[in-house]
């Protein structure tokens, strides 16, 4: 019990001041790129044929958060000259074509749903349905429990049951193996409900593009509510992406 | 031991000529006889070559040891006389359609048609989506009762399906049918341009992501005759070894969850993160990803990477510490860990189980000691000491390995290493090779092949994640225990679906 106690005062508090105060990432971390300005053509070029993505495009300017998982090849090879990562990790968005970006995204709150906020702003029940990833996104939606992150004190929880839920978070690729139970977990959840689409794999087929196995998009299959990018998402993402659309 | 197969070393490039091609029934007699005589399989795969099929194996014993063969379109089953072959002969049963005659469980391990438009082995309707549309294994009698869980799981998990064959609340039988995610990443890996080759590899188990990254850069390295500078081996080391610290943490945490011990529960899920967050210290990446790369790092350890990395694990090691201690004194903890889910030395030997499952249940196997890559060759790795072989033992191994862990990242930070960093470009493989690479992750033994044909084409790509070898433990842990110990046996072995189904 003395051993108890003593464990439980050495952890102190610490839980995170988050959306009141952004939590510090090390220097390292990418979160939204910046495409600086009047970048040559010749180097967005050179950046879209190193992408092992193919996240870039050259006429746009753009990279496609949707494809991208963030390994930074372009900022290397172009030092810089054509984007910058920068520690914003608020990116999230509501349409899948904001994805495309020059770092300049719409504000996510302005484009969330009112009924969805009415609805869920104050109690939201999420069903999350893996489907074929590589178990990264998972992890990093299972430490919001944590006590770092503590989901539960904004009302939002994961739950065992669809019946239970009011919408449906999807990580993976969808593989052809899941694409029924994830369609029968959907159809389980009551009217109204909500999709979110949780990493690259899930936006676009990330990692796995070309497979017949997969789909390329999880819109193809299911209406999209919400896009959070990453490979996977950093936690402070998906919170943000949570907080900002639903509160 | 005398035997056909040929030596060869961990991550040492091979000109295909010189492995040997036995014919068929040598080839059997030779495998046979080294698994019977107490080696393992580390990897047996069929592969297309011009116009016929052949198989190859990758058995190990201290040495690491290769041969090739013709496939037949059937052949006897291996699995009659050595079950560490079971899965590897299912697996290419659905890849290729070559049956092995009078196996003793013969039925599919990712539900997809095979590579060669034959008629099925197992007789399956692929246009039917639903791997568990399948006849499970049936125990008959008027009391038993079948318990159906997943794919969907009530947690944020991967999916895959259990059924529970039970009398009472006391499991018979226990099977595992996987595949739900697969996303053909062989085929993949083959077919891709060099610059999506890290990325996939990195992507076949996010939590195993410096496990399998090494066993694919090494792999390239071989056939490229790149040797990675001794400083990134430093960063490699550093980073796996974080990997295992974070995964093992979590797994106690959840342990501890799972028997209703909440605050250690709490406090390892905290210090998880922080692990995490360690790696991307790093690279950018909680998971390791963006960090290995053909060559060597993307990323150098500079001094304030350094300093950052040892102030943070000298805070964090008496956290770790206090929490192991206050989890592994509780005797309400013990009582439920001891005896719960026990795995006999002789079942995991003839299972062929790996990492720390095959160590919890007695044999101490460990790539990093056997076969060793990157740094180390100079750290001591011991021997673990409980082998009980139950829920305990597993979750022992892993306190032991945290502390290890701790201790191999401590003395490894302050080397005096340089490195020149790397980025992703083209590369060309040497033509008509071989290479296997093996690496001890956290789960246990990931081993990787690259086969290439005469125009240094990726011929074949074969990825062994450790959970090939230990569901089938878990299954046997399951047997005679009561299934409301499911969850913790299940966290005691904590297995990759997606590295399984790939």
Redesign the interface.
């Known amino acids: 019990m003395l ?2 106690l ?3 005062f ?2 102190g508090y ?1 839980t995170c001041a988050y959306p009141n105060e952004k939590p510090a ?2 220097d ?3 979160g939204k790129p910046m495409v600086q300005k009047g970048v040559a053509a010749e180097i967005v070029e050179q950046c879209a044929k ?4 193919d996240a870039i495009d050259v006429g746009q300017k753009k990279i496609d958060m949707g494809r991208c ?5 372009c900022e ?2 172009s030092n810089g000259e054509f984007v910058k ?1 920068t520690k914003d990790f608020e990116i999230s968005t509501s349409q899948k074509s904001h994805l495309l970006t020059d770092g300049n995204l719409p504000a996510l709150a302005r484009h969330s749903k009112q009924h969805f906020k009415r609805l869920f702003g104050r109690s939201l029940q999420l069903r ?16 919001l ?4 992150f503590d989901l539960a004190r904004f009302g939002i929880n ?1 739950v ?2 669809p019946r239970h839920s009011d919408g449906i978070v999807v990580t ?2 969808v ?8 369609l029968q ?1 959907y159809e389980a959840i009551p009217s109204p409900k909500v999709v979110i689409a949780v990493g690259s ?1 899930t936006i676009t087929g ?3 593009c ?5 789909a390329e998009g999880l819109d193809t299959i299911l209406p999209v509510d919400l896009f959070i990018p990453g ?2 998402p ?2 402070l993402t998906n919170l943000h992406a949570l907080l900002t659309f639903f509160k | 031991m005398s035997n056909a197969f040929l030596e060869v070393s961990n991550g040492e490039a091979i000109a295909r000529e010189k492995i040997v091609h036995l014919p068929f029934n040598a080839f059997q007699e030779n495998a046979l006889s080294i698994v019977k005589q107490g080696g393992k399989v580390v990897q047996y795969f069929g592969y297309k070559d011009q116009a016929s099929i052949k198989l190859m194996a990758v058995l190990r014993t201290d040495k690491l040891l290769v041969a090739t063969c013709d496939a037949p379109e059937s052949y006897p089953s291996f699995t009659q006389i050595c079950e560490p072959f079971h899965l590897f002969e299912r697996e290419i049963a659905e890849q290729f359609g070559i049956r092995p005659e009078g196996h003793p469980w013969l039925k599919m391990v990712r539900y997809h048609p095979n590579y060669r438009d034959l008629p099925d082995v197992f007789g399956n309707d692929y246009t039917k989506d639903i791997p568990g549309n399948y006849a499970y294994y049936q125990v008959d009698g008027d009391e038993i009762h079948e318990v159906a869980v997943g794919p969907v799981h009530a947690g944020v998990i991967e999916p895959g399906h259990f059924r529970f064959n039970c009398i009472g609340e006391r499991v018979l039988h226990l099977e595992i049918q996987l595949g739900y995610q697969h996303r053909a990443v062989e085929n993949l890996l083959q077919g891709v341009q060099a610059k999506r080759l890290p990325i996939l590899a990195e992507n076949i188990a996010g939590d195993t992501t410096i496990g399998h990254g090494l066993c694919m850069a090494q792999a390239v390295e071989a056939l490229t005759g790149v040797q990675p500078d001794n400083g990134a081996q430093v960063i490699r080391t550093i980073a796996l070894e974080l990997e295992r610290l974070a995964n093992h943490i979590g797994d106690l945490g959840a342990l501890s969850g799972d028997v209703a011990f909440l605050p250690p529960a709490n406090y390892f899920g905290r210090i998880r993160g922080d692990f995490l967050n360690l790696a991307l210290l790093l690279c950018g990446n909680r998971f390791g990803k963006g960090l290995v790369r053909p060559g060597g790092v993307r990323f150098p350890l500079s001094d304030d990477i350094r300093k950052t990395l040892d102030e943070r694990i000298k805070e964090l090691k008496p956290q770790v510490e206090h929490v192991l201690e206050l989890l592994f004194s509780a005797s309400t903890v013990r009582t439920r860990f001891e005896d719960c889910g026990t795995v006999s030395t002789h079942d995991a030997d003839r299972l062929g189980l790996v990492g720390p499952a095959g160590r919890a249940s007695g044999l101490p196997y460990d790539a990093r000691r056997c076969f060793p890559a990157e740094a180390y060759g100079r750290i001591e790795i011991p021997e673990n000491k409980k082998t009980s072989g139950d829920v305990y033992a597993r979750a022992k191994v892993r306190y032991d390995e945290v502390l290890q862990s701790i201790h191999i990242i401590q003395s490894l930070i302050w080397a005096p290493i340089e490195t020149e960093c790397v980025e992703t470009g083209s590369f060309d493989l040497s033509p008509s090779s071989f290479v296997v690479t093996v690496n001890e992750a956290w789960r246990g033994e990931v081993s990787h092949v690259m086969v290439t044909d005469e125009t240094g084409a990726i011929l074949r790509y074969k990825v062994k994640d450790p959970s090939f070898h230990n569901w089938n433990g878990l299954s046997m842990a399951l047997r005679d225990t009561g299934i409301s110990d499911f969850p913790l046996n299940n966290k005691s072995f904590n297995l990759s679906y997606c590295g399984f189904d790939l």
């Open positions: 051993n108890t003593k464990n439980r050495e952890q610490r990432v090390f390292r971390y990418r190193a992408c092992p993505q998982v963030f390994c930074g090849a290397r090879i990562f999350q349905v893996s489907a074929a990833g590589c178990n990264a996104c998972e992890a990093d939606l299972n430490v429990a944590t006590p770092f994961f065992a049951s993976g690729p593989s052809r193996n899941m694409r029924t139970a994830l977990t794999c990330g990692p796995f070309g497979s017949p196995e997969i490979c996977p950093h936690p």
